[in-house]
C-alpha cells in the first residue's frame, strides 16, 4: 500500500474557504493522476475532483463546480483542493485517492486502490 496523507480540514463557518493537501508519504510512487472523494455521514463516497497528470486534465462533479478547484505538483505527487464558498452540506469526510481509472470509471469508488485515512472538513452555518 502506498500511503496517501491528507491535511487541511478543520471546522469552518458557512462561506469560508478550506484547502485540502494530500501527498504520498516516505515512497516514490508514479500514478496517472490523484482525486478527492468524500464521505457525508449516512452516505455513500462520492466523486469530489480529479487531476490527470499526463493530459493535465481535471474534472469535477457538477455539486462543486466553480466552488472547489483541482491542483497538483507530479512531482511531488501532491494533490490540492481549493474549497470556496462553503456550506454545511460540504461537511465530510474527505478523502484523497491515487493511480486513477480510465475517466468513463471516475466517479466509481471501487475502481480505486488507493485511499488516503481522510480529513474532516465541517462547516457550520
Known amino acids: 500500500q502506498v500511503p496517501l496523507v491528507e491535511s487541511g480540514g478543520g471546522l469552518v463557518q458557512a462561506g469560508g474557504s478550506l484547502r485540502l493537501s494530500c501527498a504520498v508519504s516516505?515512497?516514490?510512487?508514479?500514478?496517472?493522476?490523484m482525486g478527492w472523494f468524500r464521505q457525508a455521514p449516512g452516505k455513500e463516497r462520492e466523486f469530489v475532483a480529479a487531476?490527470?497528470?499526463?493530459?493535465?486534465?481535471?474534472y469535477y462533479a457538477d455539486s462543486v463546480k466553480v466552488r472547489f478547484t483541482i491542483s497538483g505538483d507530479r512531482p511531488m505527487n501532491a494533490v490540492y483542493l481549493q474549497m470556496n464558498h462553503l456550506k454545511p452540506v460540504h461537511t465530510a469526510v474527505y478523502y484523497c485517492?491515487?493511480?486513477?481509472?480510465?475517466?468513463?470509471?471516475?466517479?466509481?469508488?471501487?475502481?480505486?486502490?488507493?485511499w488516503g485515512p481522510g480529513t474532516q472538513v465541517a462547516v457550520v452555518s
Open positions: 485517492t491515487a493511480d486513477l481509472p480510465a475517466t468513463s470509471n471516475l466517479a466509481f469508488p471501487a475502481a480505486y486502490d488507493l
Open positions: 516516505g515512497r516514490t510512487f508514479s500514478s496517472y493522476g
Open positions: 487531476i490527470r497528470w499526463c493530459v493535465g486534465s481535471t
